[in-house]
């Protein structure tokens, strides 16, 4: 992916230093939105309006990229919203967009009413996380966290400091030297920095991504917390959709440059509303309702319309295993066959977050000839776990399914 060229730190923005800038940026003059920018948040919050980025080409064959294609967003005040997509689809080029770090070749971003057309950076009240905390190295805690509120009586920032680290859960770190942090702690400093000087509206790039996956999962849980025990408006970044579904509080899923669909997480999961949404949020085969039992039918698609071209979408916790295991091949096979199980081989098996996954090579139906799709069914409890090679049958689990558009 290519990124952007590195922006200078703004003046009143915290944005974050690289961990070896030689130079540290000058301190905030006033690094908190002015009081008619707080007043405003109760009136509106972010809106974005067909807004189009586009990078210009190096030369005769490089013509340039149209990274965002004409997006409408609003994220009301309070409201975190996700971006959510795969890598290269725009995401950060729309939140540098709404920061001012990128020009916007078409369309318009405002907040609170007011559009910022021709308002620089550091002017916009809005604060910047991203993926590398990037702390001064040469400060403490304390001092990191109090960077964007220089110009507030010390015993002000102090108090501001501390409330911070509370909210991120590093109460007591004050004066700890910030190169003795893991690096979760790093981020969680970060946090704090950026949500010091209270900002009308924290932008934040793929926060969580350097870092392992179960501290992520710790993480996001910490992240949604800090921004709803601070009030804080915000848009995060992220190509994971667990993560997006932790923090935010509505999520817009981008594909090529464009929005797909924005919808509380719940809703979304429901009803992704099309195929793309589907595969991208980890929906693993679709087929098509014409080709359903009866009873597989009526147990997903009550009250959809199963008319016309619709498909049956099957998640990731939306099949499990029916054979009865501990029989040979053959009974097995006559156990469980019937018109509302889908027939296949095991591949595999592991045992995840209190449950068996088989993986499963099955014949879908309406699928030409012999070709196999590789799912993932959960296997009961109390079996023993199928081995690879058995031939099992897997069957619907309308909970976890959805119905769309073919
Ligand atoms: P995402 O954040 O979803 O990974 P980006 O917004 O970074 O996506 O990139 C969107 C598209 O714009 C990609 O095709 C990427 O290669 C291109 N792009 C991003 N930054 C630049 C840049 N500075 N110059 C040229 N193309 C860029």
Redesign the pocket.
């Known amino acids: 992916?290519?990124?952007?060229?590195a922006v200078p730190a703004p003046v009143d923005v915290p944005v974050d230093a690289p961990v070896d800038a030689p130079t540290e940026p000058p301190a905030p003059a006033s690094a908190r939105p002015s009081a008619a920018a707080t007043d405003e948040r109760a009136t509106g919050g972010l809106e974005v309006r067909d807004v189009v980025?586009r990078?210009?080409g190096t030369g005769r064959r490089d013509t340039?990229?149209t990274?965002?294609a004409g997006v409408d967003l609003d994220v009301a005040p309070g409201e975190v919203l996700a971006l959510l997509?795969?890598?290269?689809?725009?995401?950060?080029?729309?939140?540098?967009a709404v920061a001012g770090l990128e020009p916007v070749a078409s369309g318009t971003v405002a907040f609170a009413g007011q559009g910022l057309a021709g308002v620089p950076v550091h002017r916009r009240g809005f604060g910047l996380m991203f993926q590398e905390g990037q702390l001064f190295p040469h400060r403490d805690v304390a001092g990191n966290v109090a960077y964007g509120l220089a110009g507030r009586p010390r015993a002000e920032r102090d108090a501001r400091v501390r409330e911070l680290l509370d909210v991120v859960g590093l109460a007591g770190y004050e004066g700890r030297p910030v190169t003795t942090l893991s690096g979760g702690e790093r981020q969680r400093v970060a946090l704090a920095r950026s949500l010091a000087p209270r900002p009308r509206l924290l932008l934040l790039?793929e926060p969580l991504s350097a870092l392992d996956r179960g501290l992520r999962e710790r993480l996001a849980l910490d992240l949604r917390e800090a921004l709803r025990a601070t009030g804080t408006t915000a848009v995060f970044?992220t190509?994971d959709h667990d993560e997006a579904f932790t923090v935010a509080d509505r999520v817009a899923v981008?594909d090529a440059?464009r929005v797909l669909r924005v919808a509380p997480p719940e809703e979304l999961w429901r009803a992704p509303a099309s195929r793309r949404v589907a595969e991208f949020l980890g929906y693993q085969a679709f087929v098509p309702l014409a080709d359903l039992s009866a009873r597989q039918l009526g147990g997903v698609a009550r009250g959809a319309d199963t008319t016309g071209d619709t498909v049956l979408a099957v998640g990731p916790r939306g099949l499990h295993v029916a054979a009865p295991t501990g029989l040979s091949a053959p009974e097995r096979t006559g156990a469980a066959r019937g018109a509302d199980t889908w027939e296949g081989t095991v591949v595999g098996s592991v045992f995840r977050r209190g449950a068996t996954e088989v993986t499963v090579d099955v014949v879908l139906p309406g699928t030409p000839g012999t070709a196999t799709t590789r799912v993932v069914a959960l296997a009961g409890g109390d079996d023993e776990p199928p081995r690879p090679g058995d031939v099992v049958h897997v069957a619907v689990e309308p909970s976890g399914c959805a119905v769309v558009p073919g």
Do not use: E, F, Q, W
Request: hydrophobic share 35%.
């Open positions: 992916m290519v990124r952007p060229p980025v990078y210009a340039g990229t990274a965002v997509g795969p890598s290269g689809c725009g995401k950060s080029s729309l939140l540098r790039d970044v190509h981008m440059g």
